[in-house]
C-alpha cells in the first residue's frame, strides 16, 4: 500500500497507473492519494483502475485521516515543496517519527528540495537515507513558474530524496 500526499494533478492523470500493472504484472498496488485538493465529493472513493492496481482517494491532511492501525508501506510526496507549507509539519512527524513509515518525496528544482530535505533532518536529528539526487523519472519539460522573479529551472519531480528507517 503506497500514500500519494496531497495531489490535484495525478487525480486528472488516474488511468496512466494503469502502467503499473503492466510493470510490475502480477503485483497487487493500492494506493491512497491524500490531501486537501481531493475533492469532497470524491471522498473515499474507490478507482479500479486495473485489476492490479486499486486507487482509494482521501480529502484533508494525510496526519489527520490516515489510520495508524492501517498504515501505508511507502508515502511520497510528489513535488512535496515541504518548506512552503507548515500543515506539513505534522504529516511529517506523523509519517517519520509516529508511524515510522519510509518516506520519499519529488521537487521541481534543487533549491526548493534542498530546503525540504533539510525541514526532514531538522526534524529527524539526523541525514536523510537518501540525499537529494537527479530523479531519473523527472518530466523533460520545463515548469513555468508564474513568478518571473523567480528564475530557477523547474521540472516536475526533477529531484528525489527521503528516508527509510531502518528497522
Known amino acids: 500500500q503506497m500514500c500519494i500526499r496531497d495531489r490535484e494533478k495525478e487525480l486528472d492523470t488516474l488511468p ?5 500493472s503492466w510493470l510490475l504484472a502480477g503485483v497487487e498496488i493500492f494506493i491512497v ?4 485538493c481531493v475533492p469532497k465529493q470524491r471522498h473515499l472513493e474507490v478507482v479500479h483502475v486495473a485489476s492490479t492496481v486499486v486507487v482509494k482517494l482521501v480529502h484533508g491532511f494525510y496526519h489527520d485521516v490516515i489510520e495508524p492501525e492501517a498504515p ?6 510528489l513535488n512535496a515543496g515541504l518548506e512552503m507549507y507548515p500543515t506539513y509539519k505534522p504529516t511529517v ?6 508511524a515510522k513509515l519510509p518516506f520519499m518525496c519529488t521537487d521541481y528544482n534543487h533549491e526548493s ?7 526532514m533532518e531538522s526534524m529527524l536529528g539526523t541525514n536523510l537515507s537518501h540525499p537529494i539526487q537527479v530523479n531519473p523519472f523527472r518530466c523533460p519539460r520545463t515548469e513555468k513558474s508564474t513568478n518571473t522573479s523567480y528564475a530557477v529551472p523547474s521540472y516536475s519531480n526533477a529531484f528525489i530524496y527521503g528516508h527509510i528507517t531502518s528497522t
Not at 492519494?33 to 486537501?36: F, L, W
Not at 501505508?72 to 510526496?77: K, R, S
Not at 512527524?93 to 509516529?98: D, F, G, M, Q
Open 16 to 20: 496512466l497507473l494503469h502502467e503499473l
Open 33 to 36: 492519494m491524500v490531501g486537501p
Open 72 to 77: 501505508c508501506d511507502l508515502v511520497v510526496g
Open 93 to 98: 512527524s506523523a509519517i517519520l517519527h509516529e
Open 113 to 119: 528540495a534542498t530546503h525540504a530535505a533539510g525541514l
